[in-house]
Each structure stands twice: as structure tokens, then as C-alpha cells.
């Protein structure tokens, strides 16, 4: 998929996290984050994050994830949400995504 | 609690605001155009307002929660709302003005401090890449030529372009090598940045080693400059001027090899005048040297854009062909020109009424 513009999903609330996607050609994915538990999983969340981007074959994106402690299903589903705005599509198949 | 946002304020949203600014020691502004205030009334009415936020243009202000109220997310709440609007406008930078006190706060809501003056004012920017993709923008577009001299910059707005503006382009350009024009990028001016950008390409297509810049967000505009929660004018000025060199010194300068930097003299200005003496102290620390220009002078008077305006509405173009060029003129009198007489006009009966009351 091809980031067009800039995308974002969430909140800034407990427990949620909140994406923003933006065009990052030819310089691939690069990833941005803060998370208050950085330390406990930090590594966790990358993996959460750039397997998600493989499945949706995003090859160029500057992700920013700004985490108040989200599961990885909600990292997840914010990610999807957030790359489909930044590539204008409007409807999305989560079945595909499964 | 209840949620309400506001496209449109009314006297009493307002006051609502004001109600929840007070409480932290914070003004409000008239530049407002989208608010979100959060009240605590038990039966879900607009009643008992505890916590808000707004934005103008690209630039969120007046964010506040009273004191009884702090710590349980409700800034989160209202940054979240914002972001979302904003986003939904496809703006595309998003910045905030803030106290350097308060950085770590707002470094948790997603946003980066991109120029920290001292302990006065902080501009941050919820894209951390921001003002470094400008910066590289800038770069590709670079420019050079044969001539001896230093790499120069001047920054103008040009409401409309006059012989005033050419006369100092024409001197600059000839002590650079390259001269780069920045044009204040501001919604405010009565001349759109497009028509006023395309008046000064088309009035200095000859001068061969000018390229002309529109200056985006980094350059700040003292029209979008908040000032809510700065106590005087003085330290407003002060921090403006500031926080405009500090951006332009340690990060624009650099992108283009900027050397020296020209400014118009401003005798009737203070404030301008204040400005260019707070460039001349800070843009040598960074190996920039300032260079002041003389106006331009016509019938023993410097020449202005405010006069062109004024003429405009007069429709006395015969006055307005004595000061400024002729690509200027034949665009003052193009159909496309006359909307922008309406707005003019709009504004000066609107400042009289100011005035009266």
C-alpha cells in the first residue's frame, strides 16, 4: 500500500495509543515511538508494528506511535486504521488483514 | 460530563472559555477559530465548564483544565478532539506556543519542542520531522551564481509589491551572490500569499540571482504569534523576535548557507524597529551578519504598501503608478483584483468601528 498523505488513529487516553502516518519514500519504514512503557516493551511494540506494515505491504512510512499502554491488538488495529487513511483508502477488508 | 464542540462561538461559549482560562492564568484569543470545552453538569447541560482547548489556522492555544480537575486525562481529552479536527482539515503541521515549563507535558501528547527560548516561550510541533523536511525542501531548491559576494536573505510580506520592495531586492541582489526573499506566508494579509508571491516574481524576473521562497510555517508571522500567556507587550515582542531568529539562525541559515541577512530600516515603527535590533544582537552568534537597507523615498516619504492600499480602494491609479512597478499596476486594475478591494474596504470600516467603540 502507498502512503499518500498523512494518517492517523486513537486517542491519547490510558490505555490506548495514538498513530500517525505519514510518506517516508524512498527512506523505507522508520519508526517513531514513545511509549510509557518503553522499557518493559518497546521491542514488543516494534514487532507488533512491523509486522502489521508487512502484511499491509507498506514499504516506505514514518510511523509515529504515541502509547499510554495498549494491548498489541489495539496497537494493531489503531496501525491498520491509521496506514488506510494515509493511503485514502476509505474502505477497509479486515478479512485480508486476518 | 459533556463534550461540546464549537465551529461558531457565541458570547457565552466564550465567556465559557474565558471561565476555564482564568482559572490558569491564560488570556483568550480573537483569532479562535475552533474550541472544545468540556463541562461537569449533572444533567448534561452546558453549565459548569472545567476544562478547554482551541485552535486558529495550524497553531493549537488556550489548552486549560481547572485546578480541581487536573490529572484525570482531560487534556489528553482535548488534544485528542483537536488532533482529530484538525486532522480532519488536512492540515498538514500542527504547532503550539507553550511556556518551556510545560514541554515534558505536551512531549506526551505527542508533540516535539523544535526552538526553546530560554525560560519565555517554546514552539512545538506534533510532526518531529517537520521543520527538518523544510529545511531539506529548501536545500533542493537551492540556487548559484558567478557573482562575488555573500549568500543573503531578506524577509518580506509585500501587501502588495512596490517600487519600495524592488528598490531594496535591487540593492541586496546586487551586494550577494544568491539572494533569497522569504514571503511571510500569513492569511491575515489583505493580498492572499499567492497574488503577493506572484507580484514579486513577476516584478523581479530580471535579477537573475533572486529566488523567492514562500516562507511556510518557520517563518513566523507576527499576525499568528499567540501571545496568551505572555504578561507584557514588551516580553512579547521580545520573544517573538526571539524565537523568529533563533528558527531562522540555527536551522533555515544553515539548510542554504545563508550569510547575511538584509533588513529595511523602519523609522516610524517601533516595533519593527525593535525587531530588527534584536536580530543584530542574536544573528551574529551564529555568524550571520545584518545589514540594514534604506527605504525607498518618494515625495519625501518612505514608500508603502499601506498607501498603495489606500489608493486602491480610491481606485487612483495615477497615484499608484508613481510607486509601484508596472506588473504591479496592471494586476491592481485586472478583474482579478477587485475582491480584493472588497476586503480591504471590509477591514478599514471594520477598524473604524473598533475604534469608535
Redesign the interface.
Known sequence: MKIV????AG????SDV?I?V?SNEPHGIEI?L?SIVEKQFGKQIHAVIRKTLEYLKVKDA?I?V?D?GALDCAIEARLITAVYRAAGIKKINWEVIE | MIERMIRNHTAQTIQDCREVLETQNIRWESDITYSIIIYNSIDDSYTNPIATGSFSGSVIKCVAVTPLFEGV?LA??I??LL??EL?ER?T?HIFLFTRPKNIQSF????FHPTAVVDDTITLME????GLQNFCEGLKKQAITSDRKGPVSCLVMNCNPFTNGHRYIIEQASEKSSVLYVFIVTEDSSEFPTDVRIELIRKGTQDLKNVKIFEGGEYIISRNTFPTYFLKSQKIIDQAYAQLDALIFAEHIAPALGIEKRFVGNEPFCPVTDNYNTQLAQILPQYGITLEVIDRLEYEHSAVSASEVRRLFVQQDYGQIAKIVPETTLSFLRSDRAQYIREIIQRRSSKRDEEIKS
Open positions: 498523505k498523512t494518517g492517523t486517542t491519547l487516553e490510558s495514538m500517525t505519514r517513531a514513545n514514518y509515529e504515541q499510554k | 486525562g489528553q481529552r488534544i485528542t488532533l482529530e486532522y488536512e498538514e512531549r506526551e501528547l505527542g506534533q510532526n518531529q520531522r
